[in-house]
């Protein structure tokens, strides 16, 4: 299959396996905080190791630290203008509170996976391999996300269709990220490659440090986010060797 077709799925997967799980039965906590703090793990691997060299190799050190920048900036403005609820922070609450937290969380969630499903592009300009990594460790980040609008809202509402399917549309804006960073980047010289994919890697540190790594870690009293972590950046290290 072709790798355009691929990370659409992956786009999409995310959100919609996440849906699913709200709406059955909530898995553990222990287990999400695991899967985030994995997923932390890969990004910030794909990051330093990956990326931010890549962008080196493509415009320059200089070019690179403004790439990070931006992308760093892009998540904390997103995050200001319209609170990103974590996570960890999506508790359970009683009646009609529920339901304006939901879609609440649902407004901020689609609003930040935009530039999320813009940097899936990567694979376009850069090897195939690093794409896909880039694409997974995202939709890893998504389940979770979206296990958390899901499940309030069909505690709220007592619908589980409608919940599955308001919740699965978050992937929408991942969609159209991705669509429209696949056609840009086929435009644009290679220092500016260089500066958005310094972006992204900014972007993916941001999230790790800000969402995953504080939520997953300080949120159980068990040590295995810590080596789940770990086994992020060891997986990357591995799947880099294949």
Partial sequence: MDIFW?????????PIIGSFIGIIKKPSNVFMYNMLS??????????????IPESIHLSSAWYTILGVILGSVTMYSLDKLIPHIHPGLCLPEQGTRLKKTSIYLLIGISMHNFPEGMAMAIGVVTEVKLGLLVAL??????????????????YSTGKRIK???????????????FLFAHFLYQYISSTVVGIIIAATAGLMIYISADELIPVSCKQTTTHSTIFSLIMGILAVILLGML
């Fill in 137 to 154: 460790a995202i939709m890893i980040h998504d389940i979770p996300e979206a296990v958390c609008t899901s499940a309030p809202y069909f």
């Fill in 163 to 177: 919940s599955f399917l308001v919740s699965s549309s978050t992937a929408i804006p991942t969609i159209l990220g």
């Fill in 38 to 51: 994995f997923a932390a793990g890969v990004m910030l691997a794909i990051s330093f190791l990956e990326l």
């Fill in 6 to 14: 691929i990370i659409i799925i992956l786009a999409a997967l995310g």
